[in-house]
Nanobody, 125 residues
Framework: QVQLVEFGGGLVQDGDSLRLSCAAS????????MGWFRQAPGKEREFVAA????????YYADSVKGRFTISRDNAKNTVYLQMNSLKPEDTAVYYC??????????????????WGQGTQVTVSS
C-alpha cells in the first residue's frame, strides 16, 4: 500500500503562484505513475497532470497546460505541482494519486489506486 500526503494548498489571488507537494510512503516502488486531480464544489473530479516515476514523460489537462508543471524527486518520493497564473476557476480540492500499472491513458481516475486526502486551493478574484 502507498500512502500519499499533500501539502501546500492555500488562499491566493488571481494571477498568483502556488506549489503543491505530494509525499509518498510505504510501497512506493509499486507506483509507476503519479497524478494530480482536482474537484471543485458541485463538479466531478478531473484530471490535472501526471508524470511517469521512472522518466520525465508528463501529461496535462488542456485547462492547465502552459500554467502548471508537474515534477518529481525520486530520492524524496515526492511529486510537485507548480501552479502559475492561477485563476478563480482553479479553485478546488487537489488530490495526489498513484497508479501501479502503465496504461494507454492516465486521464481517468480509475487508473489510480491510491489517493491522498486532498488539499484546498482557493483563488480569489
Amino acid at each position: 500500500q502507498v500512502q500519499l500526503v499533500e501539502f501546500g494548498g492555500g488562499l491566493v489571488q488571481d494571477g498568483d503562484s502556488l506549489r503543491l507537494s505530494c509525499a509518498a510512503s510505504g510501497r512506493t516502488f509499486s507506483s509507476v505513475v503519479m497524478g494530480w486531480f482536482r474537484q471543485a464544489p458541485g463538479k466531478e473530479r478531473e484530471f490535472v497532470a501526471a508524470i511517469i516515476w521512472s522518466g520525465s514523460t508528463t501529461y496535462y489537462a488542456d485547462s492547465v497546460k502552459g500554467r502548471f508543471t508537474i515534477s518529481r524527486d525520486n530520492a524524496k518520493n515526492t511529486v510537485y505541482l507548480q501552479m502559475n497564473s492561477l485563476k478563480p476557476e482553479d479553485t478546488a480540492v487537489y488530490y495526489c494519486a498513484a497508479a501501479p500499472y502503465y496504461s494507454s491513458t492516465y486521464y481517468p481516475s480509475d487508473v489510480y489506486t491510491n489517493w491522498g486526502q486532498g488539499t484546498q486551493v482557493t483563488v480569489s478574484s
